[in-house]
């Protein structure tokens, strides 16, 4: 659902409120991050290499091609679009007989869609996924999806939400960087976002997210609302920059 130009500058007019809310996929979404890590763990050893949980969480966030590249240097001896192939297929086979929803994720989605709040996906998985998780949602959940195929740089590279903001942007001229959340589970994700000056909530799940001047941390989205997302707002205001936050 997508917000109408009335609710949109009604928004616009209120410097507390969030404007837009930007999501992660994998790990902060949905729980696929396994997935990614158990497809990776076969395919390397199907080639006599050596891969660990360890290795597989040390690639969380990044970029597909950055981490065929890895891949690669583990003993995978593919292309990395055919390393990408491989391992999208594997997951969105995975994600067809199970999606793994994370904790309060489809409840703040659905708020935030309820209350007009332009929402949009921001993922390093391409297309072909994304739709699939897509697909599950309640229609029109997001406004648009941006996919690691629709990108030259990936994250940590600013541009993908950069992207983001440009098109939701262009519907409201009055969009606000400094009231735009975006919602990552891993350090290059919030790395990204925080690079396209976004308002960063880091979720940490199968890796660490350390502290890091200007981003919150959320335990969970677990019971989280659109009145916390607006609190982070009001919290700008008066912080100073510094530490970590916890909200």
Not at 141 to 147: G, L
Not at 151 to 157: F, I, L, Q, S, Y
Not at 224 to 236: N, P, T
Request: glycine content about 8%; hydrophobic content about 45%.
């Amino acid at each position: 659902m997508s917000a109408s130009p009335d609710r949109l500058g009604a928004l616009s007019e209120n410097p507390t409120r969030v404007q837009a809310v930007l999501w992660d996929m994998d790990g902060t979404l949905v729980d696929t991050e396994p997935y990614w890590i158990e497809a990776e763990t076969e395919l390397v050893l199907q080639f006599g290499g050596v891969w660990t949980d360890e290795l597989g969480r040390g690639l969380v966030g990044n970029a597909l091609p950055v981490s065929a590249v890895v891949l690669q240097e583990a003993g995978v001896d593919l292309g990395v679009r055919e390393i990408i192939d491989h391992l999208l297929r594997a997951v969105v086979a995975k994600v067809r007989h199970e999606i793994p929803w994370r904790p309060g994720a489809r409840e703040l989605l659905k708020q935030l869609n309820e209350a007009g709040v332009p929402t949009a996906l921001v993922t390093m998985s391409e297309t072909i996924l994304a739709e699939e998780v897509v697909r599950s949602l309640p229609a029109r959940s997001f406004s648009f999806m941006i996919t690691g195929d629709m990108v030259e740089h990936g994250k940590p590279n600013p541009e993908p939400y950069q992207r983001a903001f440009d098109k939701l942007a262009a519907a409201d001229p009055g969009l606000d960087k400094s009231r735009v959340v975006a919602l990552e589970d891993s350090v290059p994700g919030a790395t990204s976002a925080q690079a396209a000056g976004l308002v960063t909530v880091a979720i940490p799940h199968v890796v660490e997210v350390p502290d890091h001047p200007g981003r919150y941390r959320w335990e969970s989205l677990a019971g989280k609302a659109l009145a916390d997302l607006d609190l982070l707002l009001e919290q700008d205001v008066v912080n100073t920059p510094g530490a970590g936050r916890s909200a």
